[in-house]
């Protein structure tokens, strides 16, 4: 249990940092301000502040963001009348940092009770003084200030000219989808490192091997070195098309074409059958050929990438055409669930299993989804044809319907797994 927490946190924590990393690195190429990096989600357990950004370690390892200046869901705190702050000033009395934290004093300043803020355009704050309100102070606030949130987390002040929609449409739409292009890239680059790991790459084929032991295949007469060119009558070209259709088998007798030295021969047999998440399917006994050249391991990244992406987006499809169901989906506790079967099977699971959910985020964050990166997407395409942006208003209502819809849907897939994996 301990093995597969430590490996589900490091997994989360390298797909959380490689996909905030794109939407960060973006972004700043950009001159949009990125005020918050997090790695976890919930109650802050450190930060950390370097050049323009407040880094973030957060309690729940699930998950991440980078907050851009600007954006719907950036969530600055509005300094409203009657909020009491401490102003810290430099030497020519320009606010360089606003105190708006009730937990304890972070620094020897001036008390101000606030009247009126803008800290986008004219960057400036007033107030009663000491608690004084016979007069208003008003003090200026220099371009990068600093704002001392509520839970004690500092954060530099956003103003307009470094605002996420300040920056060029072209660079906004690159800033919303780097985060998936970079796990893309985590993909490839662990497929390829599981490539020289394993020794080769998996054929995506229909010639296979034969399990030693164990294999309703080698029983029937399949050996290794065989292509199975047909189950049922269904063509199988590739591993893919093959394990469709085992696995849709368990329990009934099929009938599989073999092609051997060019010739063809039909066997009869029955898959066994496994239950996996509350699902069953059928297995025969057989495994992938390998190819072990230099060629294909360094090629591997590309080839497994596009094999397994092609698996998931038929999935989609799938679902969208009618044949939705939740256990064709898996949250956290799915995941977690996984984990401790990639762990088990050492190294090679844990690469394969790391890449495996990096492609998966990547494809389910292009999806059109309010919240997602495909959403914000569409919101920059939208743009592009009216020729001026959705209205902030609009945006943050589009934001929180689909985060409601998200959030909506994490809960049933999270009982369904409780239900599949452990009440099942």
Known sequence: MITTIIVFIIVFGILVIFHEFGHYITAQRSGILVREFSVGMGPKVFYYRKNSTTFTLRLLPLGGYVRMAGEADDGED?????????????????????????????????????????????????GYENGDES??????????????????????????????????????????????????????LVYTI?????GGVASNTNKI?????????????????????????HKTTDWQDLTVQIRSKADKQISVKIQREGQDKVLSMKPKSQTSGGQKSGFIGITQTMDTSFKAKILSGFTTTWTVAKQLFGALWSMVSGHFSLNDLGGPVAIFATTSQAAKMGLSGVLNFLAFLSLNLAIINLIPIPGLDGGKLILNILEAIRRKPV?????TIITLIGFAFLMLLMILVTWNDIERYFLH
């Open 78 to 126: 509005e300094l409203k009348p009657g909020t009491p702050v401490t102003l810290q000033l430099n030497d020519g009395g320009v606010v360089t940092s606003i105190n708006t934290s009730n937990k304890h004093s972070l620094f020897q300043g001036i008390p101000l009770t606030i009247t009126d803020t803008n800290l986008d355009d004219n960057l400036y704050v007033k």
């Open 135 to 188: 007069q208003i102070k008003s003090y200026p606030v220099d371009h990068d200030a600093t704002i001392i949130e509520k839970d004690g987390t500092e954060l530099q002040i956003a103003p307009r000219d470094v605002q996420f929609q300040s920056a060029s449409l072209p660079n906004r739409m690159l800033t919303n989808v780097a985060g998936v292009f970079n796990n893309l890239l985590l993909a490839i």
């Open 194 to 198: 599981l490539g020289f790991v394993q």
């Open 209 to 233: 091997n034969v399990l030693p032991t164990d294999s309703v295949a080698r029983s029937a007469g399949v050996k290794s070195g065989d292509r199975i060119v047909a189950v049922d009558g």
């Open 391 to 395: 209205s902030q208003t609009t945006e």
